[in-house]
């Protein structure tokens, strides 16, 4: 059996996959416009339910505030408009 061979037949598959991975993934972060998409992106990292939304500023920068109650505990997410970072773990 010829190994080369069957590498050569799977290498357009592999060209295929990876070109797919490379254009459903942004290259550049993108900027977090709404509350919506800021209170998604903090659901989306810790579960739980959204009870508030707001803009904020914290040291004379934008954020995007976000209270969170999971399991009877509250968490307060700042949302980084820029780029949509969680400014605080």
């Known amino acids: 059996m010829c190994r080369g061979r069957s590498f050569l037949t799977l290498r357009p598959l592999l060209a295929l996959l990876l070109s797919g991975l490379l254009l459903s993934s942004p290259l550049v972060a993108e900027p977090v416009t709404s509350l919506k998409r800021a209170s998604e992106i903090a659901q989306d990292a810790f579960g739980g339910q ?40």
């Open 50 to 89: 959204v009870v508030k939304a707001e803009e904020a500023e914290v040291d004379h920068k934008p954020v995007f505030l976000i209270r969170i109650v999971n399991d009877g505990r509250v968490r307060d997410v700042m949302v980084n408009p820029d780029d949509g970072e969680i400014l605080n773990p």
